[in-house]
Each structure stands twice: as structure tokens, then as C-alpha cells.
């Protein structure tokens, strides 16, 4: 960007005085003129710009409309520039007392009382100035309102009677703008000929503009500011380019380049990974992106588990990179679970990709993990700590190829502040941080503009309700609006859910081919292509039977299958139900009891290990880590006594019991399976996890054939979904009509059922199922009301919840904002009724449920501790603001609840927590965070005894 010569500019003297930062406001030391912000600004514009891809300006000259990329990037920069134009006024200048005075002696004094955010001045100043200069009237004031919003929020341009009003307060406002035009080489260009502005093109200007307002304002005040940009503005312009590129060379922006300029085979690409071989998904996927087509696409994928989904969506990322000119990937994922377990697979598929192509310069990749408990992850946190450090000691971002190549994958700190952490190339998390860009918070269109011309991988779409897949069709919407390419993967989908999702990328949705199959939706294209996903492909049959669904007979016969030898898995809907059954199996068992957490080879024991969300955050990290060690793929690599060891500990005689954390999150297998009724595609899931890894083919002790007890099968299950509250985690609807789907089914084969299962469930125009007495007829139609009611309310919700659709966002006026919340479930279970589901955004958030609170257990013997034995102060009211180790210690022993005793408690009893600068309520991770007082290990809080046990986790019990 190399903007013509202009002649020198003679400076008004009001031009000169008008301040937009001040180091002392008090004493007015260490200022800093408008114009310099403003030049600042569009210089940090511009060298983000010129390391961004091709497409990326190709897009701001199709915002425009200007046929030369070159000349509409300066267009750009101009206008993030000119974001502060609204500090030339009077409602800014009289915020700093000894500055004002200087521009009080040049400019005319102006009532100020009504004090309009800067933003707006600029709202309300710039359109008419462009106008001037042949600008469209209505791009004009949506290009206005774009870098207006700058301070987070879109809002409906005022009044604004304190702008400045007046021929010298017109004059000086003038004055900049030509100055900075001239700066870009733009004051004599013919202005830019669109007349439409689009909401995409908001969201671009809009996310720019505030990213380079956060690189440009970290530029050190300096003593008295150099004259040069008032009388050469381009002179000035090109030495802030310089500090730009060297700024974003500090915070890891590097230059945005296909990670794999030519891909590799897929074989090749993933050699890697031991053994493997493309499979059909991945070849199909790969030759139907063969080509030189630059248009982004919506790809789904519905595949069963063991196709290779996630091989194939970062294959087809290095595609769409090349193809369309995408700069970067967002995987984003249902839970925390899934996405610390995907930061670790992406990490190593970076780490591997780098440094490998000859002649190519290795390049370091900048990776993010985005969700509430990204404090937790070792993994990442020692990332942030290796770049931190190459950054302290000034090492190159581009690593010597012989090294270790996870030394090509950083995490770059200035990236993980929430808001920013969208803004890397690379990214995994949950999926509630996408979708924080299309609801109403602060700076949710910085979100945007992050995900914009990239790659986003939606995985397990199947995992959430109404109000949140709604919430999912905006995103798809945006994505197309913003360039990006999306691809949707799930084990199935709904009929129904498939042709919403391809409306949403404006294309007629086709019949779909027999399961598995694979659609692409190239942008511009009436309708997708879809195909058939052939095999061949591994089929297992799995025995089905009923059993009682009493938690001791569960129990019983728990222990019954374990002493046949065998691991054997249990998964109820609810905490308290595994409690309850954990209870019952070690009374059962007796001295025969072998808790997992605790090593021991007794030849007669039988292990017992319990899982569920409702554990301190350290404490269910660790039983996770305990579940994948002995049911994931052996040999397994552990931690013992401070070292690594790797070793096949898979136990002969186990049962695991778990709630749904177990279903989608872990990589597990079992030899045989006890499991609640549950809706189908649920159910289905935690069969997946039957002899899943063929390794332990011949050590299933009396399991050679895989079989899955659904408790509640047998009898109709109205009264077993009130008796054990399952009507409050899963829709009745779901649960009768899986139910009677099963009914006299003695096999399932997967995954040759399962398309044809889930859509018998969930199809709406599925008829009055046959079989049913009239009672139970009559209870199924109530049923089937209530659940198309409350699809109704979500979908209206929903609607209602996201910031709008890209062609009507901004002719509608502008809402207040949600604020700043982080808005994702810190947790995994499905429901509130398990106490874990908690949207953390106010009114409308990412997912519905229930209030939530964070609490901390605390042991009070004398002073408060975080452990029984009174060895780390919990530092309530006196953790140092600076102190994360500390921070992150107590917040590993945090955990999510839901009890509505336990929250209208805190709610009217708040508890003292230090102030704004000393103790939790000063610490961003634990300012919303509430101890949890305990005299030995319990506390009675209403009429609710809660008790922190060793084994049990947190336990509640109702005293009446």
C-alpha cells in the first residue's frame, strides 16, 4: 500500500491542540494529538491488512465496490482511522482539564453536559463529510456507524448537540479528515461507487477497526508529539506502519499463509499418526475439493465413529486454504472435555505440518484454546509459557526444522484474553465461543471478523437443543456472509436439521443419499452435491436387552457381569443416580472393592471407579485421566510418582459408573454396557463405546459378545422417567418413541441402524406409533405437544436471541448489550437437572438452563484452607490481583452447581470476597467464584445437607 506524494499541509492551529490520549489527564503530561491516534490506527490497519491473504482485501474491495484492491484498502485504513474523529469535540476535549485549556484558547467553548461517547460523535460527524467528498449517503452512515461502534456495541446515532457546532469546530473536523485522507493517498480519488453496505461488510470494517484500535493504542506516549503528521501526513503515516508491523510482530500477527502451500496425499499428510490409511470419507472429501474452485463451501459430514471425521476436516482446511484464500481454522466442539482433547490432536497435526515441505520457510502457527477452564489445561498453559519466554528473549517465531516440532506451535498471551482469542490463526474450543459472535455483546463483531475467511469445523452438532441449533443456523449465516467455509460434522442428522442448515447457506436443500453421506454447498450454487460415503467399514452387531432400573438391581447385576470378567460401564442420566449405584456396588462388594484412584493388583478385587461433572475441577480431571487410562487404548501413558510410564494397565475384573460426561467426550472402551434409557441417537452413542478398539479382541473375560442393557426397555416408561427424573434431563417425547422403537429389537447393528433409527425418532410427520393401549397413546400425544411447544418456544427464542440475519441486521435498530460474559457451560452434563449446565451470559446466552453458580470448597479449622489438612490458604479476601499461580490453584478446586437452594443462598447471602483490587472478587478467574464454607467436609445450607466426599464428589441430601 503505497499511497501517492501529496504537497506540505499548513496546519490550523486548533488542529494541533486537539487531544485524543493523555498520560497525567490531571497534569496534562505525555499527550497525544488526534491526528497522531488517528494515523496510528489506520497504520495498524494497513499492516494487518498487508498479512492477511489475498481474499481478505479482495473482500473490502467488494464491500466498496472499488476494482482496485490497492486503492480500496487505503479507503479502509482511512476509515479505521478516522474511528476517533468523534474526540474532536467538545463532549471528549474537556475530559482532560490542562489540555481543554489549550483548546479552549483556539476553539469556541461548547456546552459539554450531555457528554456523547466519542463513538457516536463519530457516528453523527463523519457521514456528511463523506458525503461531501461523493460518498452514498447510506453507506456513508453504515461506514460511520462500523467504526463507531469501536467500544463494543452498535448503537443508533444520537443528537449528539455536544459534537462541536459552529465554522471553526466544522472547520478542524474537516481538516482531519483530509489529512488523514491525504495520509492514504485518497483526499483526490474518486470516492468509492457502492451503494449498498452490507452486514457483512459492517462486520469486517467493524472487527478490523477495533483490532487495530487495541494494537494502535498500546503505542507508548512519548513527551512532547512530533509536528510531522500535521504538515506531512504520509511522512507520518509510513513511520507508524513501522511501529505497527513491529507491534504486531511482538503479539505473534504473522504473516497469514496456507500452512501447506501444495498438500500432501492424505497418507502422507498423516503419516504421523502409526498406521495410518486413508480412509473413504477422506478420499471422497478430498476429490470432491480437487479443483481450482476459489468459492467457499458448507460441508456436512454425517459418518459414524472410526470414518476419520476429524482427519478429513483438517484435510480439507489445507484444501480450502489453497482453494479460496481461507487464513486459518476454528474447530469448535460441545463441551471443555472434547476441546482439551482436540487441542492436543490439532497441536500435534500443526506441529507436524510447519516444518515438513521442502524449500518451504518452517513457520510458526499461533494456537488458542477458547473455554471457561482453558486455566486448567497444562498442555496449554505451558505453551503460553514456552512463547512467553522465546518472546522475553527475543528468539525468531521461526524455529530451526530439527527441533522438536511442537516448538512450531505457539499460543501467544496477548491472543488469550477472551476477546482476542478468536483473533489467532488458529483455534479450538467450545462451540459457545463462535456463537458468542452472533448474540448481543461487546465486541461480538471482533468475533466475527476473527472466524471471517476461515475454515470453522462445528463437531458433534447433534449434542445440542433447539434454542442453541438456532442459534448454530445465524452462525452458518454469517460464515457465508464473511467468506468463511463451514463444515458440520455429526454422527447423524435429523432430516429436518440437514435442510436447515443448507438454507442457511442459501442453497435448495437435495434428497438426501443413503447413510453415511457427505454434502458439499459451494457458495452461489443453487443446490449441493451429495454422495454416498462407501465402505468398506467395520459393522458390529450389538445384543440388546432390558433390565430393572432400580439403582440396587442395577447394582447387582453390575457386579454380576464384572465377575465374569470384563470391564463393564454404567451410564446413568443423572449424578445422584450414580451416586446412589456407586453406593450400592461397593456395599455389594464388600472387602472386595478396589477404588481405581488407588493402586492395587489384589487378584480377587474388583476395581470401581465413579465419574460424573460433579467433582473440584483437579479432582474430576484426574478421574477422567484414570478412565482413559484403563479403558483407552493400551498400552497407556501415565504419571506415576512424578514420572512417565507407559504400560497396557487395562484391568481384568472393572466397572466404571458414569453420567453423560462419558457419552461424547472420551475415547473409551468397554466390554459390556449398562445404560439408562436415554433418546436414541444418545443411546446409540454410548454404544459406540462396545468393544470400540479391536486391540482387546480375546480379553473380555465372559464378553465376546457385545451387549447393551437399557434400563427401563422393558416395561412403558412413564412412571420410571418421573420415579427417577429423567423427565427432567431428556423430553418424554424422545424417550417414549425411542423406547418404542426398540421394542422387540433383540439386536442392533452399527452403524448400519443408525440414520434409520434417529430419523424414526425424531421425524415430526412419524404417525401414532402402533402397539400403544389408549392410555398410552393418549400420554405419547400429550407428550408430542408439550415437546413441539417447547421446540416452538426455543426456535422463537432463539430467533430472538441472535443479533439478526446478514441482509436485515443493520435495517433494524440497534439493542442494548448483553455485556461481556463468557457464556459457555463450564461443564458437561446435558441438563441443568444434573446440576452442571450453566450459561454464563445474562438473558439470552449460548444455551438454556438453569442459574448457575462456581463454587470452592473451603475447610475452616481456625483460618480457611483449600484442603482438609490445612496446608493452602484459600486467600479469600487477600489473593494478589497479579498472583495467577495462586488464582489457578484455587480455581481447580472450583466446580460448577445448579441447586436452587445453593444459588438463592449466595443470591441472598453474597459473601465477602475481597474488593475490586485485593482478593477473588479482584481475580478474573475467580471474581465470580463463591466459597463454599465446610465444618469437616460438610455444610446445611437451607434444608439441603451438601457434602464433599473423597468418592462420591459433591452430594446433597434434603432434611426435612
Not at 493523555?22 to 491516534?37: A, F, I, M, T
Not at 511501529?243 to 502451500?261: E, F, N, Q, V
Not at 443453487?526 to 460415503?533: C, N
Not at 447385576?557 to 470384563?566: C, P, S
Request: hydrophobic share 40%.
Amino acid at each position: 500500500m503505497t499511497p501517492p506524494l501529496a504537497p506540505p499541509h499548513s496546519p490550523s492551529a486548533a488542529v494541533q491542540v486537539l487531544w485524543a490520549k493523555s498520560g497525567q489527564k490531571s497534569e496534562g503530561e505525555g499527550w497525544l494529538p488526534v491526528l497522531h491516534h488517528l494515523l496510528d490506527v489506520g497504520a495498524c490497519a494497513a499492516a494487518i491488512l498487508e498479512r492477511e491473504p489475498a481474499s481478505t482485501r479482495d473482500l473490502l474491495a467488494s464491500d466498496l465496490g472499488v476494482p482496485d484492491t490497492d486503492l480500496a484498502v487505503r479507503w479502509t485504513c482511512a476509515l479505521a482511522a478516522l474511528h476517533d474523529l468523534g474526540k474532536a469535540s467538545p463532549a471528549f476535549q474537556h475530559k482532560a482539564e490542562v489540555l481543554a485549556a489549550r483548546v479552549w484558547k483556539v476553539l469556541p467553548w461548547q456546552n459539554h453536559t450531555e457528554n456523547t461517547p466519542h463513538g457516536l460523535v463519530t457516528q453523527k460527524l463523519l457521514p456528511p463529510l463523506l458525503e461531501t467528498r461523493g460518498w452514498d449517503s447510506g453507506v456513508a452512515r453504515r461506514a460511520a456507524q462500523a467504526i463507531g461502534c469501536h467500544h463494543g456495541q452498535r448503537e443508533d446515532t444520537p443528537r449528539a448537540p455536544d459534537r462541536g457546532t459552529g465554522s471553526e469546530w466544522h472547520a478542524v473536523q474537516d481538516e482531519l479528515v483530509t489529512l488523514v485522507l491525504t495520509a492514504f493517498g485518497v483526499q483526490d480519488a474518486p470516492a468509492p461507487p457502492a451503494t449498498t453496505f452490507t452486514g457483512g461488510a459492517f462486520m469486517r470494517l467493524a472487527g478490523l477497526t477495533s483490532f487495530a484500535d487495541w494494537v494502535g493504542s498500546s503505542f507508548p506516549l512519548d513527551g512532547e508529539p512530533t509536528p510531522l503528521p500535521f504538515t506531512d501526513p504520509a511522512a507520518y503515516l509510513s513511520q507508524a506502519t513501522a511501529r505497527a508491523r513491529a507491534a504486531l510482530d511482538g503479539i505473534g500477527w504473522t504473516m497469514r499463509a496456507p500452512l501447506a502451500p501444495n498438500p500432501a496425499p492424505i497418507d502422507e499428510t498423516f503419516d504421523f499418526i502409526p498406521n495410518f490409511k486413508a480412509r473413504p470419507l477422506q478420499t471422497l472429501l478430498a476429490d470432491l475439493l480437487n479443483t481450482p474452485d476459489a468459492r467457499p463451501a458448507l460441508i456436512l459430514v454425517e459418518a459414524p465413529m472410526g470414518e476419520g471425521k476429524t482427519e478429513a476436516a483438517l484435510y480439507t482446511h489445507l484444501q480450502l486454504q489453497n482453494a479460496a484464500g481461507h487464513r486459518g481454522l476454528y474447530v469448535a466442539l460441545p463441551t471443555q472435555a472434547t476441546g482439551n482433547a482436540m487441542y492436543g490432536r490439532l497441536r500435534t497435526f500443526l506441529g507436524h505440518q510447519a516444518p515438513r515441505h521442502p524449500g518451504q520457510i518452517p513457520v510458526t502457527v499461533d494456537l488458542q484454546l477458547l473455554h471457561g477452564g482453558s486455566a486448567l489445561n497444562d498442555t496449554y498453559q505451558n505453551d503460553l509459557a514456552r512463547t512467553r519466554s522465546a518472546q522475553q528473549q527475543t528468539l525468531p517465531l521461526t524455529p530451526n526444522t530439527a527441533g522438536d516440532t511442537a516448538d512450531t506451535v505457539r499460543a501467544g498471551e496477548w491472543f488469550s484474553h477472551r476477546k482476542r482469542a478468536l483473533l489467532s490463526e488458529y483455534g479450538v474450543g467450545t462451540v459457545d465461543q463462535a456463537l458468542l459472535g452472533v448474540l448481543n455483546v461487546n465486541h461480538q463483531f471482533v468475533r466475527l471478523w476473527g472466524l471471517g475467511n476461515r475454515v470453522v469445523v462445528l463437531d458433534e452438532v447433534h449434542a445440542y437443543d433447539t434454542y442453541t441449533t438456532q442459534l448454530i443456523h445465524a452462525l452458518v449465516r454469517w460464515m457465508h456472509a464473511l467468506n468463511s467455509s463451514v463444515i458440520i460434522m455429526s454422527a447423524t442428522l435429523p432430516a429436518q436439521t440437514r435442510q436447515d442448515l443448507l438454507n442457511a447457506w442459501n442453497v435448495t436443500p437435495d434428497p438426501a443419499p443413503a447413510y453415511p453421506r457427505l454434502t458439499v454447498a459451494r457458495t452461489g450454487d443453487p443446490a449441493p452435491t451429495s454422495r454416498h460415503i462407501p465402505g468398506p467399514r467395520r459393522t458390529q452387531t450389538v445384543t440388546l436387552r432390558a433390565t430393572d432400573p432400580d439403582p440396587a438391581a442395577l447394582a447387582t447385576q453390575a457386579v454380576t457381569l464384572a465377575e465374569a470378567g470384563g470391564t463393564v460401564t454404567v451410564i446413568v442420566n443423572t449424578v445422584q443416580r450414580a451416586q446412589d449405584i456407586f453406593k450400592a456396588v461397593r456395599e455389594q462388594l464388600g472387602p472386595r472393592v478396589q477404588s481405581m484412584c488407588k493402586s492395587s493388583k489384589h487378584p480377587e478385587r474388583i476395581g470401581v471407579h465413579l465419574y460424573h461433572a460433579r467433582y473440584p475441577a483437579d479432582d474430576r480431571a484426574e478421574r477422567e485421566e484414570r478412565v482413559l487410562r484403563y479403558l483407552g487404548k493400551q498400552p497407556a501413558t501415565y504419571l506415576r510418582n512424578g514420572d512417565l510410564h507407559t504400560a497396557d494397565v487395562r484391568p481384568e475384573r472393572f466397572i466404571l459408573i458414569a453420567t453423560q460426561v462419558a457419552e461424547q467426550s472420551l475415547d473409551f472402551d468397554t466390554d459390556v454396557m449398562i445404560t439408562d434409557l436415554a433418546p436414541i441417537d444418545l443411546l446409540l452413542q454410548r454404544a459406540g463405546r462396545l468393544h470400540r478398539h479391536e486391540g482387546n479382541t480375546g480379553r473380555r473375560g465372559g464378553h465376546v459378545t457385545p451387549t447393551l442393557y437399557v434400563a427401563g426397555l422393558h416395561d412403558w416408561p412413564e412412571d420410571a422417567l418421573s420415579e427417577h427424573h429423567w423427565k427432567y434431563v431428556y423430553a418424554p417425547a424422545l424417550m417414549y418413541r425411542t423406547w418404542h422403537t426398540l421394542q422387540n429389537r433383540a439386536h442392533l447393528t452399527l452403524p448400519d441402524d443408525l440414520d434409520s433409527l434417529v430419523q424414526c425418532v425424531y421425524d415430526p410427520s412419524t404417525p401414532i406409533l402402533e402397539g400403544l393401549d389408549e392410555q398410552q397413546q393418549a400420554t405419547l400425544r400429550k407428550a408430542d405437544r408439550h415437546l413441539k411447544q417447547q421446540r416452538s418456544n426455543q426456535t422463537s427464542l432463539g430467533g430472538q436471541a441472535h443479533i439478526g440475519q446478514p441482509d436485515t441486521f443493520l435495517d433494524s435498530s440497534s439493542q442494548p448489550s448483553l455485556g461481556d460474559a463468557d457464556g459457555e457451560p463450564a461443564h458437561d452434563d446435558t441438563n441443568a437437572a444434573t446440576d452442571d449446565l450453566a450459561a454464563e451470559t445474562p438473558h439470552f446466552g449460548t444455551r438454556l438452563g438453569d442459574a448457575s453458580l462456581r463454587i470452592v470448597p473451603i475447610y475452616r479449622n481456625g483460618a480457611d484452607y483449600l484442603d482438609m489438612k490445612g496446608q493452602t490458604a484459600a486467600q479469600i479476601t487477600t489473593l494478589l490481583k497479579n498472583d495467577w499461580e495462586a488464582a489457578r490453584a484455587i480455581y481447580r478446586r472450583s466446580l460448577q452447581v445448579s441447586r436452587h437452594d445453593l444459588i438463592r443462598h449466595y443470591r441472598d447471602h453474597p459473601t465477602r470476597r475481597g474488593t475490586e483490587h485485593i482478593g477473588w472478587a479482584a481475580h478474573p478467574l475467580l471474581r465470580d467464584a463463591e466459597p463454599l464454607i465446610l465444618t469437616g467436609n460438610q455444610v446445611v445450607i437451607g434444608k439441603t445437607r451438601v457434602t464433599l466426599d473423597a468418592e462420591l464428589g459433591l452430594t446433597y441430601e434434603r432434611i426435612e
